[in-house]
């Protein structure tokens, strides 16, 4: 194994148990980070050990002890210096016990995405130390500057640091509530990645692979959720469109016009098995029911074959759950596919006379899509226009800038 996978796979393992060990966020990651370097250095020449985890937990845990060392107020770290010491005596193979490991990436996790931080915090946290990625790749990925980016990251360890947040699993008793927290921030990195908020790309795939990633951690650490199996699903079987979403020239694709046949039906198999799994449970949460939606346009091997009446039910379901207005807008839309163009006209008439999505440019571009398909070239174009006023991807924008350009010539 090179050594950037190898830093990809041990990144998260090795950085939670040296955090548990020397309790300190930063001198562990400086730790870690030298521990790698010594391991390009070493295993270059020497190959690599048969147990590589606890040869980087070892190493960095001596890199920690020679820091605090050369600290200068290496006497007020005394007491922590002793406790390490002791720990490299006595302390049995980090490697030794999957459960210990699996605990200290749980602790990680729920740590970073502790009540306490920002949403941000527990985003930029995430991904810096469960998934290794740099500060410049969190910043590029993010669109924001590195240096706002490295802040954030401070300002978080500061926080934990200051406030004394716990790095521990949260009781059986708000086990489930703090485990929504962490569901949402993985969900989030995945939906950044698969639909860019802004900038000049549909998608960033490195933040699909990764919220996969922890997904998949998260099922490994809390077998026992079905929601964890959910979510992975829900990224899965939406992962799985990746390469027909656009064509060669970065330009999207929609859904119902995709060559199925580019889909990863791999992924759609593992999805589906995970779905059924979810839902033999009896789980109709927030993430097992969007991922049975999304399991119904997988199966569908051609466009028309799309069972919308059951995507419209499920979606009925969906905002009994979480009846957010985005819900709304695409059960409006599914509604719409299922009963008619006019029945989701209707439905949307109501979601923007409440004005929950005034900004949201998905509200107008489904109202023009609807109104495209029943022929009403100028009102489609009017709400495409509108539409255009609110997009910030420049994908998208140019996929609506020429249906505008199709309403047009079809009015004329």
């Not at 870690?32 to 190493?59: K, Y």
């Not at 005394?78 to 749980?106: C, F, K, N, W, Y």
């Not at 993985?186 to 000049?200: H, K, M, P, R």
């Not at 064509?247 to 198999?269: F, S």
Request: aromatic share 6%.
């Amino acid at each position: 194994m090179d050594i950037e996978s190898l830093y990809r796979k041990e990144w998260g393992r090795v950085l939670a148990t040296l955090i548990r060990l020397l309790g300190d966020f930063d001198l562990a990651e400086e730790a870690a980070q030298e521990a790698f370097v010594a391991a390009l250095e070493r295993w270059s020449t020497a190959g690599v050990p048969t147990n590589s985890r606890a040869w980087l937990v070892s190493t960095a845990r001596h890199k920690a002890i020679d820091r605090l060392r050369r600290h200068k107020r290496f006497r007020e770290k005394r007491e922590e210096l002793e406790r390490l010491v002791t720990l490299e005596q006595h302390m049995a193979d980090p490697d030794s016990s999957d459960g210990a490991i699996g605990d200290d990436r749980l602790r990680l996790i729920f740590t970073c995405c502790h009540p306490a931080l920002a949403i941000e915090a527990h985003v930029a946290l995430t991904l810096r130390t469960l998934c290794g990625l740099s500060t410049e790749e969190i910043a590029r990925a993010f669109l924001v500057p590195v240096p706002t980016m490295a802040q954030r990251l401070v300002r978080a360890k500061q926080k934990i640091r200051g406030a004394k947040i716990p790095y521990q699993i949260p009781s059986d008793e708000v086990l489930p509530e703090r485990l929504d927290g962490v569901l949402r921030v993985v969900y989030l990195v995945f939906n950044e990645g698969y639909a860019a908020t802004s900038g000049e790309v549909l998608g960033r795939q490195e933040l699909c692979t990764e919220a996969i990633r922890l997904g998949r951690l998260l099922c490994e650490l809390l077998p026992d959720y079905p929601e964890t199996r959910a979510l992975l699903a829900l990224m899965l079987l939406h992962d799985s469109r990746r390469d027909a979403r656009s064509d060669p020239q970065g330009e999207i694709i929609l859904l119902e016009e995709q060559e199925r046949a580019r889909w990863n039906h791999a992924e759609i198999q593992e999805g589906c098995a995970l779905v059924e799994e979810v839902l033999h449970t009896g789980e109709r949460g927030f993430y097992a029911l969007q991922a049975a939606i999304a399991a119904a346009h997988a199966r569908a091997e051609h466009a028309e074959d799309t069972d919308w009446s059951q995507i419209a039910q499920l979606y009925n379901l969906l905002f009994h759950v979480h009846s957010s207005p985005v819900v709304e807008l695409n059960r409006a839309v599914a509604i719409a596919m299922a009963d008619g163009p006019e029945s989701g006209l209707r439905l949307l008439a109501e979601i923007e006379s409440r004005g929950n999505l005034q900004n949201y440019h998905l509200l107008p571009a489904a109202q023009a899509d609807l109104l495209r398909r029943l022929g009403r070239w100028l009102e489609a174009a009017e709400a495409y226009r509108r539409a255009l006023v609110l997009v910030t991807n420049d994908t998208e924008r140019r996929f609506l800038e020429r249906r505008l350009t199709e309403m047009r010539t079809r009015a004329h």
